[in-house]
């Protein structure tokens, strides 16, 4: 069974930038599906980003030409690199992994934080 740990969140103003890692422990990532996730206050936890386990890539609308989604060689991390980013990217983003084709987020790491002020 997979762990998850995240990090790189923070506090960065309106048109900046982050890098949000996933590493995996206990296993790589090999036969997983890997995705992004956020929850905003108030609102249901939604997709940002997927690597499947066919390593295609997906993105939400919001993300896509500012976000990109990628894995490492050795199938161990994850990583987010977000640009342009606006107030309303701000939220818990969670990684999640499934061993399935798509990302169903089986498996959740803790979250980490970014705050986008205007």
């Known amino acids: 069974e997979v762990q998850l740990v995240e990090s790189g969140g923070g506090l960065v103003q309106a048109g900046g930038s982050l890098r949000l890692l996933c590493a995996a422990s206990g296993s790589t990532f090999a036969d997983y599906a890997v995705g992004w996730f956020r929850q905003a206050p108030g609102k249901k936890r939604e997709g940002v980003a997927c690597?499947?386990?066919?390593?295609?890539?997906y993105y939400a609308d919001f993300g896509k030409g500012r976000f990109t989604i990628s894995i490492d060689n050795a199938g161990n991390t994850v990583s987010l690199q977000m640009n342009n980013l606006q107030p309303t990217d701000t939220a818990v983003y969670y990684c999640?992994?499934?061993?399935?084709?798509?990302?169903?987020?089986?498996?959740w790491g803790q979250g980490t934080q970014v705050t986008v002020s205007s």
């Open positions: 999640g992994a499934s061993r399935s084709t798509l990302c169903l987020g089986h498996y």
């Open positions: 690597v499947t386990s066919d390593r295609e890539t």
